[in-house]
């Protein structure tokens, strides 16, 4: 039935559960819960279209068909097998299963893959005589199995390839920021078009391209070929186009995105891209380093990815991010500029105190997001003249969407369960408290004679070897037992030497530093 309601389920970035949930109550979705990394919530199949097209920080969206508890692999196995397959699967047919695992009992998600997928075929194979086919790639039907401890949901998954893949992009830089990341952080901001924007670092033009969508209110969903739920048996083509070519919700945006770089490769990449997705008329691009921006347009607001140095190196990172700082300062006066980015040392750089701080994923790393409110002269002056950041005075709100599955939230530390009288302290010894507490990382097995660090890396060694060599040079020899000069000034020169071996037996260590043990490239 077109109007039956069913759960579906989006699947998100951490830290963008709450902008989704947003976008979903937009939509229309009914009971809307937030969970990690996911927000379900109730709608029909036309949400289910809807939802695939419109929501801009949703990878993917599923819609659970099976729900059951296993103990192991077999118990999986015999579930899936009992289901009945025949109101969504043929045997001339293909299909492709998705294995996500949190569980101490199914450790290994390809061998549950393997049994899910074995379970299919025989329930056609004794039914029929003949089995679906799996097929990798553009497979008819896409399954997704979540396990959680014992809990086993089994979902269709309606999008196919990841919905960050908007179809837009033909060329790119080296380590481009996710799509759905860029859509979530400008959404984070509040910015719906009301002003201008700008990044000044941008690449190979990803959020100048998401922030021309939310200021028009473009679906993203349009530039892409297919979604997988056009290959459902139950797929209704008339309305799905009726959806697809809806443009009453687009809107005029009377201001303009300015991009720049410092590349002028990345600028024709962007160009590129942005020709490919419709926007060139709303956003203006050039060639100029950051350093060098004199006048800011008048009412805008700043977003900017610069580069963390893990994929992409600078020769002078944090000299990168002080520059930024001064920028800002001079330049950006009256704006808010919202940055993202790895290391505290290089916000430190920065010099500007921010006025709120977001933890965001970036593909694998944990990052910060934050936001710096511009002003004139010194923080206390305009804490007195204006009562603080705007951010500050804002009233806190109640969430409007409840939590799911309390227990995929983030953890209380130890510490605060102690405060709040939820547990006692646990007390450990021997080899309990080393099992728990204490990790051994084993050696890294690449070259030791080839340091493939950041530089950021190399040059904070090599200014605190300095440092130590410094203080070393510093300390005068003493001798308070003997008056002997003569002893006392031979003791001065074996000592002297003794530190220089201790010289060259750091400098030895420093040499295998890449045993440590921590990865090169994320």
Not at 477 to 490: A, C, G, I, T, V
Request: glycine share 6%; charged share 35%.
């Amino acid at each position: 039935m077109k109007n039956e309601k069913f759960e579906i389920i989006a699947k998100t970035f951490q830290g963008l559960e709450d902008v989704l949930a947003e976008e979903i109550s937009i939509l229309g979705g009914e009971n809307i819960e937030i969970g990690r990394r996911m927000v379900s919530f109730i709608g029909d199949k036309e949400l289910l279209y809807k939802s695939n097209l419109q929501l801009r920080t949703a990878l993917r969206i599923l819609k659970p068909i099976y729900q059951f508890t296993a103990n192991n692999t077999d118990e999986v196995y015999e579930k899936i097998k009992e289901f009945n397959w025949d109101k969504y699967l043929s045997p001339s047919q293909t299909f492709a299963i998705d294995s996500v695992v949190y569980s101490e009992e199914f450790k290994h998600s390809k061998f549950v893959t393997y049994r899910t997928k074995d379970a299919i075929a025989d329930y056609f194979s004794e039914k029929t005589g003949n089995r679906p086919s799996v097929r990798i790639n553009n497979a008819d039907i896409i399954l997704n199995l979540h396990i959680s401890q014992h809990n086993c949901t089994l979902s269709l998954d309606s999008s196919g390839e990841s919905l960050h893949k908007r179809g837009y992009r033909i060329e790119q830089t080296e380590a481009p920021i996710n799509e759905v990341l860029a859509a979530g952080m400008i959404l984070k901001t509040g910015w719906r078009g009301e002003k201008n924007f700008i990044d000044p670092m941008c690449g190979s033009g990803t959020l100048l391209i998401e922030a021309a969508m939310i200021a028009t209110n473009t679906a993203p969903g349009i530039y892409r070929k297919d979604f997988a739920f056009e290959r459902w048996n139950d797929y209704d083509e008339e309305l799905f186009d009726k959806l697809y070519n809806d443009d009453s919700m687009e809107k005029t945006f009377e201001y303009k995105i300015f991009g720049s770089d410092i590349s002028p490769k990345a600028i024709a990449i962007a160009e590129r891209n942005i020709k490919s997705a419709g926007m060139s008329k709303y956003i203006d691009l050039k060639v100029l380093p950051f350093q060098r921006y004199e006048e800011a347009p008048e009412s805008g607001i700043l977003v900017t990815n610069p580069p963390y140095g893990e994929r992409i190196s600078s020769q002078d990172l944090l000299g990168l991010y002080e520059m930024i700082g001064e920028r800002l300062k001079h330049v950006f006066k009256g704006y808010d500029a919202w940055i993202i980015s790895y290391r505290e040392e290089c916000f430190d750089k920065i010099g500007l105190k921010p006025a709120l701080k977001l933890e965001l994923m970036n593909g694998a790393l944990e990052c910060q997001y934050r936001k710096y409110e511009i002003f004139s002269g010194k923080y206390n002056d305009f804490k007195r003249e204006t009562g603080g950041f705007r951010e500050k005075q804002k009233e806190d709100k109640v969430p409007s969407f409840r939590f799911k599955y309390q227990t995929n939230l983030k953890k209380s530390t130890d510490k605060e369960n102690i405060k709040r009288g939820k547990q006692k302290p646990e007390i450990l010894h021997g080899e309990e408290a080393l099992e728990k507490f204490v990790t051994f990382k084993l050696p890294s097995i690449e070259d030791p004679t080839v340091d493939n660090r950041p530089g950021w890396k190399k040059l904070r060694d090599k200014n605190i070897e300095r440092e130590k060599k410094l203080k070393e040079k510093k300390r005068k020899p003493y001798n308070d037992e003997l008056d002997d000069k003569s002893f006392k000034k031979r003791n001065h020169f074996s000592s002297f030497k003794q530190r220089g071996n201790h010289f060259r037996d750091k400098n030895s260590k420093t040499n295998d530093r890449s045993f440590d043990g921590r990865k090169k490239h994320k």
